[in-house]
């Protein structure tokens, strides 16, 4: 309806939202591509934190651990529950801003267009009109591709981990069959024995 009753300017509020989400856009840029990296790491951290407290549950309970493991993943989760409130909080707010932008800058174009004297009267009501159905319609979509991006982007390095999980190549079990049994066994003894993960420098344990 828009195209029809005014091509030019529809067109031209059209390009004018698309400068102001792309603009927005690349100012917030840096800060989904930091707390993208955030989430990345602390959901890692938080996954490795569990498995290492459930296998070492039995330590944990005798030595009085609780509480420090307790701590030590409140912390993981505080940062990662932060990061992802900041991606929420960059998706929704442009919505409130512009949409006053909008209603502002219809009206102004609608009086510049039109004027308000008493022979245009009838036509700038209508062209309000038009105009305020127009931007309740369009601003919504603008900002659903606005804040598909912003998930994207705010969960991209995670994507990233996914993708390196399951492009990794399953490790080969060895056959059982060609495995020669033990007959007798009188004792067994561990040497020089550690675990740890490969983009960390410590062992978790030795």
Not at 75 to 94: D, H, Q, S, V, W
Request: hydrophobic share 50%; charged share 20%.
């Amino acid at each position: 309806a828009l195209l029809v009753y005014n091509f030019l300017l529809t067109i031209f509020v059209i390009i004018f939202f698309s400068f102001l989400y792309l603009t927005i856009a690349n100012i917030f840029k840096f800060f989904l591509k930091k707390n993208s990296l955030i989430i990345a790491k602390f959901a890692d951290h938080r996954i490795k934190l569990l498995q290492e407290s459930i296998g070492s549950i039995r330590d944990i309970i005798l030595y009085s651990l609780q509480k420090l493991f307790s701590n030590f993943y409140s912390n993981l989760e505080k940062e990662y529950r932060l990061a992802e409130a900041n991606i929420t909080t960059i998706a929704g707010f442009p919505k409130i801003i512009l949409e006053a932008l909008g209603i502002i800058l219809l009206l102004l174009l609608c009086y510049f267009f039109f004027g308000t004297n008493s022979e245009n009267s009838a036509s700038f009501v209508v062209s309000l009109g038009v105009f305020a159905f127009a931007a309740n319609k369009v601003l919504p979509l603008f900002h659903m591709v606005y804040q598909a991006w912003v998930y994207v982007m705010g969960n991209l390095d995670l994507l990233f981990d996914v993708k390196e999980l399951l492009s990794r190549s399953p490790n080969k079990v060895p056959s059982l069959t060609k495995i020669k049994k033990i007959q007798s066994l009188k004792r067994v003894r561990f040497e020089k024995v550690s675990f740890g993960y490969s983009k960390s420098k410590k062992n978790v344990f030795e």
